[in-house]
């Protein structure tokens, strides 16, 4: 299941699903279209082993059709490996929708898709990701229960990003402890790359126990915002990765850490929100592990969200959420543990733990 090589640098257009070098023995991709309301939407089931595949929606204004396949295979695959490392008995799922989630969002669109996810029986259940709200998602639960992150008047856990950005500042913290002895993070800078939804609630935490955060993102309102609400420093310079800092959070996009970016980066921790942060999982964490640089895996740390949505679907509540999404700590210490003992980059540390899992789930089952 782990494949050799995942370089989303290049793609292969002779084979448009099976071709692509992202695709990892995918089970299901769907291709979803709807004139009327203007939907153009895939859907990636990448493994139902643990359990229904459950991953949110993005919406995003790909550049081209290849680009949101390449992206939903990658992150269906990511959350099949966020399920398993967490403990949680679900698989791994994702959706995009092509187009501008600011103009071309509508309520038509989101329950055409709604009727679309429904169509699956529930081997797929959708959330919301970048470009969605809790409130896309109650449209989406008027045609379909195969959804979670709906609002909380609806029975919901309501929107996952604080959740998601906790469990990253556990994770920020674990990683503290193993590189700098102590999880401490006052006085430690800080560079927030993406101030979302997610970026935000992490620079607030950041910010509470006394971090020198420095933000960066493309919106300058969010930034005049978010430096006003939490006193953080905008950044202004050209090359965020090369300056001076201690931690590096990237809660953006993905593929932020590659052969230029490494080559440049000063911190000692990396540590975010973003999903496949990695340019080249194999490559990359290597090069990250020979610099002495310690990642926190990313789709590790940022599992607060799906643990939040996965309430809804076992019933227990905020306690236990906050108790799940605390034990990122844990996982991630014993995942450098791990890979110190087994010289393994941390990320195929995790991997290996959770494609473990997944495994002996799939022995019991053949038995």
């Not at 398993?84 to 698989?91: R, S, V």
């Not at 800078?189 to 607030?204: D, R, S």
């Not at 300056?243 to 080559?263: F, K, Q, R, V």
Request: charged fraction near 25%; proline fraction near 2%.
């Amino acid at each position: 299941m782990v494949s050799d090589v995942i370089n989303t640098s290049e793609l292969h257009k002779i084979d448009p699903v099976f071709g692509q070098l992202s695709f990892d023995n995918h089970e299901q991709v769907v291709f979803c279209n709807d004139k009327d309301t203007g939907l153009k939407a895939i859907i990636g089931i990448h493994n139902t082993v643990l359990g229904p595949a459950l991953g949110g929606t993005r919406m995003w204004q790909y550049t081209n059709e290849w680009e949101a396949l390449n992206d939903v295979l990658r992150l269906s695959r990511g959350m099949t490996f966020k399920s398993a490392i967490t403990g949680l008995n679900l698989g791994g799922g994702k959706a995009v929708i092509i187009g501008d989630a600011k103009t071309q969002k509508t309520p038509a669109l989101m329950r055409k898709f709604g009727e679309f996810v429904h169509s699956l029986s529930g081997r797929y259940i959708t959330a919301e990701d970048v470009g969605m709200e809790t409130s896309d998602m109650d449209i989406v639960r008027d045609v379909t229960p195969y959804v979670t992150g709906i609002s909380e008047s609806r029975g919901g856990a309501g929107n996952p990003s604080p959740i998601t950005a906790y469990g990253v500042f556990m994770g920020m913290k674990a990683a503290a402890r193993y590189k700098f002895g102590s999880d401490v993070l006052e006085d430690k800078t800080v560079y927030v790359q993406g101030i979302g939804h997610v970026g935000e609630a992490l620079v607030e935490h950041l910010s509470n126990e006394g971090a020198n955060v420095v933000i960066a993102d493309i919106n300058e309102e969010r930034l005049q915002a978010v430096s006003k609400a939490y006193g953080a420093t905008i950044y202004r310079g050209s090359d965020i990765y090369a300056e001076e800092m201690d931690i590096y959070a990237p809660c953006a996009l993905g593929a932020t850490i590659n052969d230029d970016s490494i080559s440049k980066l000063k911190a000692q921790v990396i540590a975010g929100a973003a999903n496949n942060q990695l340019k080249d999982e194999i490559k990359h964490g290597a090069m990250l592990r020979d610099r002495g640089i310690a990642y926190a895996p990313d789709f590790l740390i940022n599992a607060g969200g799906i643990i939040n949505v996965y309430a809804e679907l076992e019933g227990y509540g905020k306690a236990e959420i906050m108790r799940k999404t605390e034990n990122i700590y844990n996982t991630t210490l014993e995942i450098f543990k791990h890979s110190d003992e087994n010289d393994l980059t941390s990320h195929y540390s995790a991997l290996r733990i959770a494609v473990d899992r997944i495994e002996a789930r799939k022995k019991e089952a053949n038995k």
